[in-house]
């Protein structure tokens, strides 16, 4: 199964994500399908790939809790 979450970058006390593709049972950092947007924690800054994001969708991928409550900030999804 799909996944949407989000995968870390950045250096030590300083997270910036970057929200991936991937397979459920890959690793948090693992090698993604596909990037379709990045999040940065400390400047509330975000960028994301509606397009993208609402095709993964409708091809049955599932986000995360923590994706879902960004998707619903930046009112991509209900």
């Not at 090698?31 to 924690?41: F, I, K, Q």
Request: charge should be positive.
């Amino acid at each position: 199964m799909l996944k949407l979450r989000l995968k870390r970058i950045g250096r030590k006390r300083s997270p910036s994500y970057r929200l991936v593709i991937t397979e459920n049972t890959s690793r948090r950092d693992g090698r993604p399908v596909e990037e379709v947007g990045y999040y940065d924690p400390i400047s509330k800054n975000y960028h994301f790939e509606i397009e993208k994001i609402q095709k993964w969708l409708k091809c049955g991928a599932q986000p995360t809790e923590t994706v879902m409550n960004l998707l619903k900030k930046a009112e991509i999804t209900q």
